[in-house]
C-alpha cells in the first residue's frame, strides 16, 4: 500500500511539474527564495505600498507551496 500511494505521488506531481504554469512549484519556491531576499534587505520597508504587495505575493506563494511540501514530508517519513 505504501509503494502505491508513493507512486500515485510521484506521478501526479510528474504531471504537475509537466504542466507547469500555475503548478510550476520549482519556478514558486525560487520565488519565494527572492521575496525572502527583498523582505530582508535593510530598505524593505521604505516602499510600503511595495512592501505589502511583495508580502501578499509571498503569502499566497507560501499557501500554494507549503502544503505540497508537508505532503511530500509526510509520505517520505512514511517510506522510512
Known sequence: ?????????????SD???KGGHFDLDNKISII???NKKVNS???WSNKDKA???INRLNNLNKIVNPVIELETNIN???E
Open 77 to 79: 517519513n512514511n517510506i
Open 52 to 54: 505589502n504587495e511583495i
Open 33 to 35: 527564495k527572492d521575496l
Open 42 to 44: 535593510p530598505n524593505f
Open 16 to 18: 504537475i511539474t509537466d
Open 1 to 13: 500500500e505504501k509503494k502505491e500511494l508513493i507512486n500515485l505521488y510521484n506521478n501526479i506531481k
